[in-house]
């Protein structure tokens, strides 16, 4: 075996794959079209339920007949996970709503 025949396979090993990739066309109309279009922005539309269910939130949080003592400790107990829920409660209300 022959050095120069080790250094031909190396050079052929170290050669990078040419791109085979298909690359779609695209004609000069369409890129000025995209260049001139103005960008896209998002947009959040409410529906009339939910707008009106803020309203009726907003002003029921405005009364002054809420009675707080009896409120804010339910509100703790719901945002400590500490709110006991009976589920064969929940339950049966769904089932009597069904039949």
Known sequence: ???????????QALQKPQ????KPQT?????RAKDTAPPQQDR???SDASKELAQ???VTMEREDIRSEKVDPLR????NDTYPI??????????DEMW
């Open 86 to 95: 009976d589920v064969d409660k929940i339950a049966g209300k769904m089932l």
């Open 76 to 79: 703790q107990m719901i945002q």
């Open 56 to 58: 009726v939130k907003k």
């Open 44 to 46: 959040v539309q409410l």
């Open 1 to 11: 075996m022959e050095i120069k025949q080790i250094a031909s396979y190396t050079q």
């Open 19 to 22: 791109d085979t990739a298909v």
């Open 27 to 31: 004609d000069e109309k369409d890129l």
